[in-house]
């Protein structure tokens, strides 16, 4: 099977720096997907780790350790829109690439 | 990026009526498509899986007969939720892995299910 955990909510202010952490147990492990869900609206796609490392892409930035099984995702120059739920996803291709959802972070940007 | 098109966005049923969604993959073949459930304040949970030109794979605790999905082409999947009661309103999202690069997954934008 699969455990996915991550924090349920944090909070920061505008302009700072937030990471969310994720840890994960799985096989066939094939990637690691970081999504944003606004409330009511469907996930949009973040990022994707699939070696270890850092991946920037503009203010968001998600690194992957899989010795570890532990990823991260930074948000920095934080605005009010980023007040959202962030998911972390973890791909097992043994099981036919099904996601299985960690159980999401809310995020709260106070200004 | 790929397209994945979910119809209605929201709909109002009475108790006992089936309501059909549909998610179709707009610009690329959907080999496989997933069907995620989610409630208020919790992360998608995984009903099934759907693969074109077969039967469906089933979540445990997921009820085949109640959540009928049909993959009939490479762009179309269906999910009926027949006779359809309160406990089963909830937010219903597909997604789908593209041919080329399947491990990556295109969300379609949801379908908001009341049931009265």
């Known amino acids: 099977g699969q455990n996915i955990d991550q924090p349920t909510e944090m909070t920061a202010t505008e302009g700072a720096i937030v990471q969310i952490n994720c840890t994960y147990q799985?096989?066939?492990?094939?990637?690691l997907f970081w999504y944003q869900q606004h409330a009511g609206e469907a996930p949009t796609f973040l990022s994707y780790?699939?070696?270890?490392g850092l991946e920037e892409k503009g203010r968001f930035s998600s690194f992957l350790s899989r010795s570890k099984g532990y990823s991260y995702l930074l948000l920095k120059e934080l605005q009010m829109k980023d007040s959202a739920s962030y998911l972390c996803?973890?791909?097992?291709?043994?099981?036919?690439?099904?996601?299985?959802f960690g159980g999401g972070t809310r995020v709260l940007v106070k200004p | 990026g790929a397209v994945v098109s979910q119809h209605p966005s929201w709909v109002i049923c009475k108790s006992g009526t089936s309501v059909k969604i549909e998610c179709r993959s707009l610009d690329f073949q959907a080999t496989t498509m997933f069907w995620y459930r989610q409630f208020p304040k919790q992360s998608l949970m995984l009903m099934a899986t759907s693969n074109e030109g077969s039967k469906a794979t089933y979540e445990q605790g997921v009820e085949k007969d109640k959540f009928l999905i049909n993959h009939a082409s490479l762009t179309l999947s269906t999910l009926t939720v027949t006779s359809a009661h309160p406990e089963d309103s909830s937010f219903y999202i597909c997604?789908?892995?593209?041919?080329?690069?399947?491990?990556?997954?295109?969300f379609g934008s949801g379908t908001q299910l009341s049931v009265l």
């Open positions: 799985t096989s066939g492990f094939n990637g």
């Open positions: 997604s789908a892995s593209d041919r080329v690069a399947n491990e990556k997954l295109f």
């Open positions: 780790n699939v070696l270890d």
């Open positions: 996803a973890v791909n097992n291709k043994a099981a036919g690439n099904k996601l299985t």
